[in-house]
């Protein structure tokens, strides 16, 4: 993860009590709730919350957050790259946005096409 994604998840998403991620915030910020969430990243709900889940839900929630991250940069903002994430088609892949691709496992995908567009292969 690069300098400013790795700043963009710690500022964002991390859990003020624990050295992990915050699947609450993440929810929040996507604006769905735990059990969306849960579906997304292919976690129990009750894992979501459990402290003896954390290191599972925060390698689950990683690539999610670097996804987010990246989409941050490029677009400018949140918002903006909450909208695309949920939103916009990536192309190539028959209409299916980033959150379908997540919650097809594919989120090595997404972060893929969001590295070749950052380096302008897409531009």
Do not use: C
């Amino acid at each position: 993860m690069a300098a400013t994604d790795f700043d963009f998840a710690a500022e964002h998403f991390a859990d003020e009590k624990a050295p992990f991620l915050s699947a609450r915030r993440v929810s929040e910020l996507l604006g769905v709730t735990m059990v969306e969430l849960s579906r997304l990243i292919g976690v129990a709900r009750n894992t979501l919350t459990a402290k003896s889940g954390q290191r599972k839900v925060d390698q689950a929630l990683s690539p999610v957050v670097r996804i987010l991250a990246m989409a941050t940069e490029m677009a400018g903002n949140e918002h903006r790259a909450v909208i695309w994430f949920k939103h916009q088609p990536i192309p190539g892949w028959a209409g299916k946005t980033a959150y379908d691709l997540v919650g097809e496992g594919k989120a090595d995908k997404v972060l893929t096409y969001l590295e070749a567009v950052r380096a302008g292969v897409y531009a």
